[in-house]
């Protein structure tokens, strides 16, 4: 039997057309990218593009990752121990998603494989680790982001009183303005904070505690801190609007029912709702770390010394450094490459979240 | 095992609405009570309030001699089954019949014996390993009654559970969950909106409107005597036909009454007026007057038929049922709006009756007709305060 197949009609090809350049149009870049981090320096600087028939070499990643005559060993400490809690991490999540143990731990490998030590880029300064600061920023701002979004998308989900509305709309109203109008409003105030500290002599207390080696005084500029707190006052009424968003397709009996069967409202909600919001939660968590994993301008302006891998990278092509193009093109894909992995692993989630409304009771 | 009583409960809403007013329900240990109502009459709204998940505005409600007032739903010690099942679906059967037992910290030995000992008794031990998106509504629908049993809890709340159920097998799960409540014996506060369902489930029938409690009886003393003009509309499909009429003494010695229904007249026999000494008094008013419509029969049918208790009608719609015959015509008189919200009276249709004949009769649509009425069987009700007039 023949399978019928729908017509060919001109507004299906236009439609296909519109599609194609629109693929063409986002992939094309990152496209030039990789083609120049395999290219040799003189075909990249030809007057003419060479697009096709050039000569390809490693030479670009083997500088970039391979070429480490004076390696941090510290940097080195730091960045198995981070790949080892993103493995315990990605293992944990995956089992929630329900994918299978292999799946984790062949994506875990990959990921260990195409991160192996940024050596150029933790040399670039001996103090900081670029790559370390990037996963920090990226796992906080997830895990403070989703915390909050979390808790306050499910009050608003369930509080329908006008003053849940007007925390909805006031939320919306920040995520309408531009980011960028918040990058100077927060460093002045960081700048405020960090002078109060060092005039009343406050930032130079020993608190015994947090008396961590290498840090002298305690400020909010040029840190971490400063970064994700930014990052995740700018997402959030984002995390708020996407979770609540799900947490009202989850009804209300969902948790009465748990409260009947003997639980107290936060056991109704840590047994019962949030396991339903499982795929909700990894979406927005996607969402979010992309956000902050991606971060330029913030952390450019806030943390001018402790940076992330984009601002490290955008530094390797210009002012001093004596690195090539096709160097930088090499560390742009080499930095792409772990997200890539992780989107296509969950990009089942990210559609959902895309069109929130998948969790059904 | 547990009686609940209901000591004039009473739920306002913040915006000033009043769902319940000064309801007062006494429930005897293993009974099983059914609260119906027709939509939004505050009977979710009241189970829902002893199951702690609204507060109670004023009132009392007790479990045994234990108020539960301030009790957190957790610890009353009740089971609910939801009209939505509610059930966790991230959870296989096995572990959502497992979820209260889990949270009490029943051993796991003890748990995996008690949820197989539930799914026996509800037929769901091949389904155990099932998530709920892969069950029927029906299985669904035991699962839920599942978690609701295997905790053996003082009181079942079950809010309209069988309403997202096909026609057929909520005549099924009618039967099975009333069979499991005798079996298990626990005190059980349903709520629906389904008369037929308070009828043959309910020891005990609770009827509801506006958030006042109408009456509370058996189902046979609720068909039989509706205390008011709702109730006698609400129980009973078709409905009670319900008309004004005056009544008139009549002229013959045994001291009956005759009604003016329209423009026919019935007479009321002796009997009945016996039965009501206080009609009496009613003589020359309006009343109103209902007739069941199992009360009217085909005259051809039945021609022995005292012939001052019959009328003149002519055939609207015919609706043949099989075992038997839906008539309904126009008897010219005033229709009684008997206050149910869900009732599709309108008011055009004024006057319009409706019979229960059996199914032998001939009459065809436009056909002339005549009506026995079993005077017997009447009902007569305040015209003003609609209430039942009786003793």
């Known amino acids: 039997m023949q399978l019928s197949r729908p017509p060919i009609r001109p507004s299906r090809i236009a439609l296909h057309a519109v599609m194609i350049l629109l693929v063409v149009w986002s992939v094309t870049p990152f496209i030039w990218t990789a083609q120049t981090s395999i290219k040799f320096t003189r075909d990249v600087a030809s007057k003419t593009p060479v697009l096709w028939g050039y000569e390809t070499t490693a030479n670009a990643y083997r500088n970039f990752w391979l070429d480490s005559d004076d390696l941090n060993m510290w940097g080195v400490l730091a960045f198995i121990l981070v790949v080892a809690a993103v493995a315990t991490a990605l293992g944990l999540i995956g089992r929630r998603a329900r994918h299978g143990w292999p799946w984790f731990l062949g994506a875990t490998a990959v990921i260990c494989v195409a991160l192996w030590r940024f050596p150029r880029i933790w040399e670039a300064n001996d103090e900081y680790d670029f790559l370390v600061n990037s996963v920090v920023v990226t796992i906080l701002t997830m895990v403070i982001s989703l915390s909050i979004g979390l808790l306050a998308g499910y009050g608003l989900a369930r509080y329908t009183g006008i003053s849940g509305a007007v925390i909805l709309i006031v939320a919306l109203g920040f995520r309408a303005l531009p980011r960028t109008a918040f990058v100077l409003p927060y460093f002045f105030g960081a700048k405020e904070i960090d002078d109060w500290l060092t005039s009343t002599g406050v930032g130079s207390w020993n608190f015994p505690l947090i008396d961590f080696p290498g840090i002298d005084t305690l400020q909010i500029l040029d840190t971490r801190l400063a970064i994700v707190l930014a990052l995740v006052a700018v997402n959030q009424p984002f995390t708020i609007w996407m979770l609540r968003s799900f947490f009202i397709e989850v009804p209300k009996e969902m948790e009465e029912a748990a409260m009947m069967d003997g639980a107290t409202r936060l056991q109704a909600f840590r047994k019962v709702i949030i396991p339903i919001m499982w795929p909700a939660i990894i979406a927005t968590g996607l969402f979010t770390m992309l956000l902050a994993y991606n971060e330029y301008l913030f952390v450019r302006v806030l943390a001018p010394t402790e940076w992330t891998l984009p601002v490290a990278i955008v530094s390797l092509t210009g002012g001093e450094s004596s690195r090539t193009i096709t160097e930088a093109a090499a560390a742009s894909v080499s930095i792409t490459l772990p997200i890539v992995i992780v989107i296509i692993l969950f990009q089942k989630h990210l559609v959902r979240g895309l069109g929130a409304g998948a969790v059904k009771g | ?391």
């Open chain 2, 1 to 391: 095992m547990s009686t609940v009583t209901l000591k004039n409960l009473v739920k306002d809403y913040p915006n000033g609405f009043r769902a319940i007013t000064d309801l007062s329900l006494h429930l005897d240990d293993g009974e099983f009570l059914v609260l119906v109502g027709p939509s939004g009459c505050g009977k979710s709204t009241a189970l829902r309030m002893i199951a702690g998940l609204e507060d109670i505005t004023s009132g009392d409600l007790y479990v045994g001699d234990r108020r539960l007032n301030d009790v957190a739903p957790k610890d009353r010690d009740m089971a609910m089954v939801f009209q939505n099942y509610a059930l966790y679906p991230q959870m296989t059967v096995a572990e959502n019949i497992a979820f209260p037992l889990k949270l009490r910290r029943v051993p796991k030995a003890e748990r995996t014996a008690q949820v197989l000992q539930a799914a026996e008794i509800l037929e769901l031990t091949e389904q155990l390993d099932k998530k709920p998106a892969h069950l029927s509504g029906g299985q669904r629908q035991r699962v839920a009654m599942g978690r609701a049993i295997v905790r053996h809890p003082a009181l079942f709340l079950m809010d309209e559970p069988l309403s997202n159920l096909d026609a057929k097998l909520r005549v099924q799960m009618r039967a099975d969950i009333a069979g499991i409540q005798r079996e298990l014996g626990v005190t059980t506060f349903y709520v629906t909106h389904d008369q037929v369902e308070a009828m043959t489930m309910g020891d005990r029938v609770a009827v509801i409107k506006d958030g006042v409690l109408q009456q509370v009886d058996t189902p046979e003393s609720i068909y039989g005597s509706p205390d008011n003009v709702f109730v006698a509309a609400f129980i009973g499909s078709p409905s009670m036909n319900l008309f004004e009429a005056s009544l008139t003494g009549s002229d013959e010695p045994d001291g009956g009454y005759s009604l003016a229904l329209g423009d026919q007249r019935l007479a009321v026999p002796a009997e009945v007026v016996a039965d009501r000494p206080s009609l009496a008094s009613y003589e020359g008013r309006p009343v109103v007057v209902g007739i069941r419509p199992e009360h009217l029969e085909d005259a051809s049918v039945a021609p022995d038929h005292p012939d001052d208790q019959r009328l003149d009608a002519t055939v609207d719609v015919r609706e043949a049922l099989g075992a038997e015959t839906l008539v309904h015509f126009n008897l010219n008189a005033q229709s009684v709006d008997s206050g149910d919200p869900d009732a599709l009276d309108d008011l055009r249709d004024t006057g319009r009756c409706t019979a229960r004949f059996s199914a032998s009769s001939q009459a065809r649509v436009s056909d002339q007709i005549r009506v026995n009425v079993d005077g017997r069987k009447l009902h007569f009700f305040d015209r003003q305060t609609h209430l039942a007039i009786r003793g």
